[in-house]
């Protein structure tokens, strides 16, 4: 059983009677599911027995124990039913589409050119199943039958390039970026297909794309070709029109703080909190253009006026006077914080208890008032 007591959600399942059918493997189509089975829907979750189940079984770091469910496995699924179907073969087609006849939604992401021979073709399937909303997952918008994998999406993309410091190596995203973001697009098409389908009554076939879900989240680094002209390079954690924003500085005890100083009263009270209050009259450092040109300079001066102070007394000093600055945290602690421990789920799999991260980060609030 899913522990929901400390959940943002509390235990309010506004989808509860919706069913969803989960097709997709790896992470984001299963990310997708575990969202609505978090909100309350029937999520089955359908695997292929002749190739083990979904591939994220298989997936295990070098130290991890070879018994139960894989970490991988257990990050994207949470409360699914899960049934074992060869679509290759006729009669566990024909328990899909019995299946299909009262579901809401479907979620996959096999290549197109594999479809019919899957029974899933989107024009028949909407014909046996005119209410059904069938979100199809894809690699890429201009290549239908490509396959899509994160690491290549996050190198086209233009995330690879970004990532990493300036004039070094180029890295991936440490998690499957392009996935996570992919599974976004699919709940929102999904949403927004059953929007529609409550005025028509209709459903809807969904198509969602890993390269386009990256693109559209480059944001302001994409701004920054398409209106300016200027290729946005690898700055590490730096921002590229912002300073002192990603900087990083030890303190006397060990720890680490990150700036994220957005704008000139800002800056000036994280001076006078360092006591240096004369930077923030410093031609040099006076506005924000001004800090972005000289980002370098500051960072020299201001890393001894860090060290100066422990990161408890620091972060405590800068909330008083409103100056945004973070501790680095390892995951580990990240997850002991208060909010991690309400985003982690505690639930059952294959007979073992188990804890992943929770799809659903949102209260809800009807008329005013948290409905549990």
């Given at each position: 059983m899913e522990d929901h007591a400390s959940s943002p959600l509390g235990m309010d399942r506004p989808l509860k009677g919706l069913r969803v059918v989960e097709l997709a493997s790896v992470?984001?189509?299963?990310?997708a599911g575990s969202f609505f089975a978090e909100l309350g829907a029937e999520v089955i979750k359908v695997e292929n027995p002749a190739t083990g189940g979904d591939v994220t079984r298989q997936w295990r770091s070098a130290d991890e124990p070879l018994e139960g469910p894989s970490a991988y496995y257990v990050a994207a699924n949470g409360p699914k039913e899960v049934r074992m179907l060869d679509l290759k073969k006729d009669g566990d087609q024909a328990a899909l589409n019995v299946l299909?006849?009262?579901?809401?939604?479907?979620?996959?992401?096999f290549k197109p050119s594999g479809l019919v021979r899957l029974g899933l073709d989107p024009e028949a399937l909407a014909l046996r199943h005119p209410h059904l909303i069938h979100v199809h997952?894809?690699?890429?918008?201009?290549?239908?039958n490509r396959p899509g994998y994160d690491m290549v999406v996050q190198a086209e993309t233009g995330f690879m390039a970004m990532n990493g410091a300036p004039g070094g190596d180029h890295f991936r995203m440490p998690v499957a970026l392009m996935d996570v973001l992919a599974a976004h697009q699919m709940r929102s098409a999904a949403l927004l297909a059953l929007w529609q389908r409550e005025r028509d009554g209709l459903g809807s076939y969904l198509e969602v794309w890993l390269d386009a879900s990256g693109l559209s989240a480059l944001a302001n680094r994409a701004t920054e070709?398409?209106?300016?002209?200027?290729?946005?390079?690898?700055?590490?954690?730096?921002?590229?029109?912002?300073?002192?924003y990603g900087e990083t500085f030890w303190c006397r005890c060990g720890g680490q703080i990150v700036t994220a100083v957005g704008n000139d009263p800002q800056f000036q009270a994280l001076c006078d909190l360092l006591h240096r209050p004369e930077w923030g009259k410093d031609k040099r450092f006076s506005s924000n253009p001004e800090r972005v040109q000289h980002r370098s300079v500051l960072a020299q001066l201001m890393a001894p006026a860090f060290l100066e102070h422990s990161a408890d007394f620091i972060l405590a000093q800068a909330l008083e006077c409103g100056v945004p600055l973070g501790r680095v945290n390892p995951v580990s602690a990240a997850l002991q914080s208060d909010s991690g421990r309400a985003m982690t789920a505690t639930?059952?799999?294959?007979?073992?208890?188990?804890?992943?991260?929770?799809?659903?980060?949102?209260?809800?609030?009807?008329?005013?008032?948290?409905?549990?």
């Open positions: 992470l984001a189509g299963p990310l299909l006849s009262d579901a809401d939604i479907v979620l996959q992401n997952l894809k690699g890429f918008l201009s290549d239908a070709y398409l209106v300016v002209g200027h290729e946005p390079a690898a700055l590490g954690a730096l921002h590229p029109q912002i300073a002192p639930f059952e799999a294959e007979g073992r208890t188990v804890q992943h991260v929770r799809q659903v980060a949102f209260k809800i609030h009807r008329n005013g008032k948290r409905s549990t």
